[in-house]
């Protein structure tokens, strides 16, 4: 082909879009791959009750104080035991700073953590978490988590060996075992037997 031709087929593979110089893309990483807050926006939320504290009642509420509008999409409750608590969460769309949300009456447990979720800036998926404890008696959850860690590394049988607590075991008492009847079964002496099988069968 002359370059005439050459000239003529660029300009119609350009008109058409079919040739470009190629460019380098950025890839797409799922929320689900955004577990690192690279944002620092943890550390600048504030949460009532606090992180790691011993309140005399326990709260009526949670709140979170965002720096900046976010989306909550999840906030969760549980104990130590990992019993969680129905607080009716939904998702809103809507962006906010500042989310108040009302529990039930929480019973009596060593503690309780709250595990929370937003959208930041350019829909990236950031975690957080704090816990707190209430009652006369209640200590701080650190000092209960760092004593709980102290019992595990005690008992375990090495280095490379995890220990994973046991689910709660339900013991049920005062329940009668369930009883069976035992199979229909004739027994036949020695002499019967051979009788028995000598005589024919009777028609039905």
């Given at each position: 082909m002359k370059s005439d031709s050459f000239q003529i087929l660029g300009i119609a593979l350009l008109s058409l879009g079919l040739w470009h110089p190629a460019t380098a893309q950025?890839?797409?990483?799922?929320l689900t791959l955004q577990t690192e807050d690279i944002t620092g926006i943890s550390i600048e939320t504030e949460t009532v009750p606090e992180?790691?504290?011993?309140l005399l009642e326990a709260p009526g509420q949670l709140q979170l104080m965002f720096p900046y509008?976010?989306?909550l999409v999840k906030l969760t409750l549980r104990n130590e035991l990992r019993d969680w608590v129905d607080i009716d969460f939904r998702y809103d769309p809507t962006t906010q700073e500042k989310f108040l949300w009302p529990i039930p009456?929480?019973?009596k447990a060593t503690?309780?953590?709250a595990d929370w979720a937003i959208l930041a800036t350019n829909d990236?998926?950031?975690r957080g978490s704090f816990s707190f404890s209430f009652g006369p008696e209640a200590e701080a959850p650190s000092a209960i988590k760092a004593a709980e860690a102290l019992v595990l590394e005690s008992i375990s049988a090495g280095p490379n060996t995890r220990y994973v607590r046991p689910p709660p075991t339900n013991i049920i008492l005062n329940q009668d075992q369930p009883s069976y009847d035992p199979p229909f079964t004739i027994k036949l002496e020695d002499g019967q037997a051979g009788q028995a099988l000598d005589l024919p069968a009777e028609p039905r």
């Amino acid at each position: 082909m002359k370059s005439d031709s050459f000239q003529i087929l660029g300009i119609a593979l350009l008109s058409l879009g079919l040739w470009h110089p190629a460019t380098a893309q950025t890839p797409q990483v799922g929320l689900t791959l955004q577990t690192e807050d690279i944002t620092g926006i943890s550390i600048e939320t504030e949460t009532v009750p606090e992180d790691d504290s011993v309140l005399l009642e326990a709260p009526g509420q949670l709140q979170l104080m965002f720096p900046y509008d976010v989306r909550l999409v999840k906030l969760t409750l549980r104990n130590e035991l990992r019993d969680w608590v129905d607080i009716d969460f939904r998702y809103d769309p809507t962006t906010q700073e500042k989310f108040l949300w009302p529990i039930p009456e929480l019973t009596k447990a060593t503690y309780y953590t709250a595990d929370w979720a937003i959208l930041a800036t350019n829909d990236r998926l950031i975690r957080g978490s704090f816990s707190f404890s209430f009652g006369p008696e209640a200590e701080a959850p650190s000092a209960i988590k760092a004593a709980e860690a102290l019992v595990l590394e005690s008992i375990s049988a090495g280095p490379n060996t995890r220990y994973v607590r046991p689910p709660p075991t339900n013991i049920i008492l005062n329940q009668d075992q369930p009883s069976y009847d035992p199979p229909f079964t004739i027994k036949l002496e020695d002499g019967q037997a051979g009788q028995a099988l000598d005589l024919p069968a009777e028609p039905r």
